[in-house]
């Protein structure tokens, strides 16, 4: 299990994942190498999986999305997932309960490459049927 000295350690990386070790040490009131230390814990623990980018509303805006609903011979449905999941623009996979045990999202620059990306869901070993729908509109609360 992880300390509380490194849940604060988590909290500071969640919200600059990109803050340098002596920004995070200086939050913190300890040494560079006390915070090195308990990042390669985390990491070593799979606590920290990964360092990862996330892209901006101005920048996501200009993609085509879908969602792909699919279905699967029931026995391969993970690996179908995994398979998916190599997919670059296939950004996640949800299993659904219904007619269809599978939805990707797709995002793509075109609708060309969706329509490329479709092609190769479609030939993924297992898959039985696809559904797609485009995202015309995004409305959320404020």
Not at 68 to 89: D, G, N, R, W
Not at 118 to 138: H, W
């Amino acid at each position: 299990m992880i300390t509380e000295a490194e849940e604060k350690l988590l909290n500071l990386l969640k919200e600059n994942v990109r803050a340098s070790i002596s920004e995070l040490a200086a939050k913190l009131k300890v040494s560079r190498a006390t915070v090195q230390v308990r990042m390669a814990k985390l990491e070593r623990l799979g606590v920290i999986k990964a360092y990862t980018l996330e892209l901006g509303e101005s920048y996501i805006e200009n993609f085509i999305s879908a969602h792909v609903a699919i279905a699967t011979e029931q026995a391969k449905a993970i690996q179908v997932s995994s398979k998916l999941l190599k997919i670059s623009e296939v950004t996640k996979v949800h299993s659904i309960n219904g007619e269809y045990d599978l939805i990707a999202i797709v995002k793509t620059k075109t609708t060309e490459i969706l329509d490329n990306i479709l092609y190769e869901i479609a030939k993924v070993d297992g898959v039985v049927r696809t559904n797609s729908s485009i995202i015309l509109a995004t409305k959320q609360r404020r």
